[in-house]
């Protein structure tokens, strides 16, 4: 789907992914650094070119592309599987190749369209439990674990889930390092 918007913080923006994006977003995608617990895909632009397409179409499935404030992407945010009552969603994937306070506000942004915008009451957290770094990202949050399942590709995922209400809670502390820390 398209959000027609841009979603602007202190740091970064998100707006959605177009086809002319195809090249860039498949470079994050083949950067052996953020790719590692992501699903794989072929060097072919054409492909991700089409993929873009037939995701624009995906009811419930957003994609967007994370800029600094220079307009230079720096990475990518997936909010998808929106219930059709509109109760919950999941957040796919995330790739972060700006600084740490950047790739923090690509996530927060993405909680606030999917709570704010979306008016989710909660979202579903899918990730490799080998992912350390984004388990406990998630945790400061105000994620809390749910279950966890095996895969073949990946092995154990953990599913987390995050309230509004404890995602609220957590939040102001998460942006008030934004604050401080993106001034620099």
């Not at 969603?89 to 190749?97: A, E, P, Q």
């Amino acid at each position: 789907m398209v959000f027609d918007g841009i979603l602007y913080g202190k740091t970064v923006c998100l707006r959605s992914v177009e086809e002319k994006d195809a090249a860039v977003t498949l470079k994050m995608r083949l950067n052996p650094s953020a790719n590692q617990y992501l699903t794989k895909v072929d060097n072919d632009v054409e492909k991700q070119r089409a993929f873009i397409a037939r995701q624009r179409d995906m009811a419930g499935d957003y994609l967007f592309i994370a800029e600094d404030m220079n307009g230079n992407p720096i990475g990518m945010r997936r909010v998808n599987r929106v219930s059709s009552e509109g109760r919950y969603c999941y957040t796919g994937s995330l790739i972060g190749l700006g600084n740490a306070v950047q790739n923090t506000e690509i996530a927060l942004l993405g909680y606030d369209f999917a709570f704010q915008i979306l008016g989710v009451s909660r979202i579903i957290l899918e990730v490799v439990a080998a992912n350390v770094n984004v388990v406990n990202s998630q945790a400061r949050y105000g994620a809390e674990e749910i279950k966890r399942e095996s895969s073949e590709e990946f092995g154990e995922f953990i599913y987390q889930e995050l309230t509004l209400e404890s995602y609220m809670a957590h939040r102001p502390a998460i942006y008030g390092l934004i604050e401080k820390l993106g001034s620099r």
